[in-house]
């Protein structure tokens, strides 16, 4: 996932707010940052999802990428999370990179959030979410 965020950067995002919980993960995000530069733009965290989520971030944030481990519910928690907490505002997109399409488009439904696009790349999915718009 973190290949993501730095690619952003380094194409014009202004700020990368990148997260995984194991530390040989955040060792390689570490040096991947450092080969490309990109340290000033972007804010690496070493913490639980919800903790992150609920405690560190304080602003809305335009685009969401979510690569929670396959076979979990982390990814409906995640948005969930992320709509309590206020993250997104009216444009801002989450993208969740799952292999159960069906089973999250499901546990999606009864949150204040739309399906706005799928795509699928051999075993897995990206779900494009946007906030549900009203009227």
């Known amino acids: 996932m973190e290949h ?4 952003a950067v ?10 995984d919980q194991q530390k040989k993960a955040i060792d390689i995000i570490q040096k991947n940052i450092e080969k490309t530069h990109t340290r000033q733009q972007i804010e ?8 992150l989520l609920k405690n560190k971030i304080k602003e809305t944030v335009d685009i969401i990428y979510l690569d929670p ?13 992320i709509i309590e907490n ?5 444009d801002s997109i989450i993208i969740i990179e799952t292999d159960q399409g069906k089973k999250i488009k499901e546990q999606l439904d009864n949150l ?7 795509r699928k790349y051999g075993r897995a999915y990206l779900i494009f979410l946007g906030k549900k718009r009203k009227g």
Do not use: C, W
């Open 4 to 7: 993501v965020g730095i690619e």
């Open 10 to 19: 380094s194409r014009g995002a202004k700020k990368a707010i990148l997260n």
């Open 44 to 51: 690496l965290y070493q913490e639980d999802y919800e903790n």
């Open 69 to 81: 481990p396959y076979e979990t519910n982390f990814a409906y928690q995640a948005v969930k999370a």
């Open 86 to 90: 206020h993250l997104m505002n009216e």
């Open 112 to 118: 204040e959030i739309e399906i706005m696009d799928e």
